[in-house]
Nanobody, 119 residues
Framework: QVQLVESGGGLAQAGGSLRLSCAAS????????MGWYRQAPGRQRELVAA???????KYAESVKDRFTVSRDNGKSTVYLQMDRLKPEDTAVYYC?????????????WGQGTQVTVSS
């Protein structure tokens, strides 16, 4: 099993920045893709960004050019740098890890961290 622990959520003003981190432990040898999903109240969970072991990335259209996903394979840690935040980015952000390169299969989940963006 893979355990994921997130940190770095909180409150930011519109136009500001936040950085999320997620450290994996346990069966890390099974991990290829890591990344982030988010879920706002009353909405479905959606993929925000994913990154493979080799560095290939995928982003939701709504965050392209504002968010950057990166990872440190040696530390089994994935990051999400969020810039030019908007109120609509407010959600609980969940870290995910998967044997698939860009997530979507047999995923492990973190506990979630709240991100709130005020206007």
């Amino acid at each position: 099993q893979v355990q994921l622990v997130e940190s770095g959520g909180g409150l930011a003003q519109a136009g500001g920045s936040l950085r999320l981190s997620c450290a994996a432990s346990g069966s890390i040898h099974s991990i290829n893709g890591m990344g982030w999903y988010r879920q706002a109240p009353g909405r479905q969970r959606e993929l925000v960004a994913a990154i493979s072991t080799g560095g290939n990335t995928k982003y939701a259209e709504s965050v392209k050019d504002r968010f950057t996903v990166s990872r440190d394979n040696g530390k089994s840690t994935v990051y999400l740098q969020m810039d030019r935040l908007k109120p609509e980015d407010t959600a609980v952000y969940y870290c995910a890890a998967s044997p698939a390169p860009l997530l979507g299969v047999l995923q492990s989940w973190g506990q979630g961290t709240q991100v709130t963006v005020s206007s």
